[in-house]
């Protein structure tokens, strides 16, 4: 496979509208990052069941030191529930790390399919839901943490993302999180359940053919360090813009960018001759 000028320059890009949206909306960016980073290593060569689960490993690991940078300022407002993304992230390791496995055992278009109807189910969940509180009362007790945070880290560790689109409905819809709580408590969630979940990309994809160089089973390395040059700075910029936005326009801007991406996945866009 072969890099060029281009495919470099465009992964700088999406570092940085991933560190923004990450920081933003409390998501990890996969939703950005990995249709990006599929199109790029398919174009460099890399067999395209080989590129979805690179893209879905490598976005992972550049899901932590961005998630760790935006929850440094959620934290600094008050908004980040420890007790949630503690337990949430602890009971989805397990999930995660099996999520991924799964990942890792299907083939290009499943997966593109997968990924794509889940991204849009979440976004459609959010639009058409009840209207998130503006005062957060998350729950005292542990157990519905244990009890979500399982499936929410499969899911998550299936679909190849950091798990924001997964856990801020359900933290939203379900545990009476505000949704300024749900964003910035997603994000540390996603630093413990985006590293079991790439740790086992890594892992299963130890001594595959075919990989490109700089890689460590489905995580590529050069991909981390490109990606993650830009969106640590940006992610910060997010979060700070984040805490100016009213809740209502940031559950809009969260929504229309998860439709857009899982129609994008899905090849419908591709499918109508759209050119977007």
């Known amino acids: ?3 060029h000028l281009i495919h470099l320059i465009i992964l700088l890009l999406t570092g940085a509208a991933v560190g923004f949206s990450a920081g933003l909306l409390g998501v990890g960016g996969g939703f950005i990052m990995v249709p990006v980073q599929y199109w790029v290593l398919s174009a460099a060569g890399v067999d395209p069941t080989l590129a979805m689960r690179i893209a879905l490993g490598t976005n992972l690991v550049v899901v932590l030191p961005t998630a760790a940078s935006s929850v440094r300022v959620h934290h600094r407002n008050g908004f980040v529930v420890w007790r949630a993304a503690v337990v949430m992230g602890l009971t989805g390791i397990v999930g995660a ?67 924001g689109a997964i856990m ?11 949704i300024h709580q749900a ?13 079991s979940a ?5 892992f299963h994809g130890l001594g595959v053919a075919g990989l490109p160089p700089y890689s460590t089973g489905y ?6 360090l490109l990606l993650t040059g830009t969106s640590i700075p940006m992610a910060m910029v997010g979060a ?9 326009r940031l559950r809009q801007i969260f929504v ?16 109508l001759g759209l050119p977007i």
């Not at 964003?183 to 590293?195: E, K």
Request: charged share 10%; proline share 6%; aromatic share 16%.
């Open 97 to 163: 790390f099996l999520g991924a496995g799964l990942a890792c055992r299907l083939p290009d278009q499943v997966l593109r399919a997968f990924f794509g109807a889940f991204v849009i189910f979440g976004g459609l969940r959010m639009l058409f839901g009840r209207v998130p509180a503006k005062e957060g009362h998350p729950p005292e007790s542990y157990w519905p943490y244990v009890l979500w945070g399982l499936p929410c880290a499969f899911i998550s560790g299936v679909v190849g993302v950091g798990g």
């Open 256 to 271: 229309l960018l998860m439709i857009y991406v899982g129609l994008k996945m899905i090849g419908v866009f591709a499918w």
């Open 240 to 248: 700070r813009t984040a805490h100016r936005l009213p809740a209502e």
């Open 183 to 195: 964003v910035a408590t997603s994000s540390a969630t996603m630093i413990i359940t985006g590293a």
């Open 168 to 178: 801020i409905p359900v933290m939203v819809y379900f545990l009476s999180f505000s």
């Open 198 to 202: 790439a740790a086992s990309f890594a």
């Open 1 to 3: 496979m072969e890099y």
């Open 219 to 224: 995580v590529n390395w050069l991909q981390v």
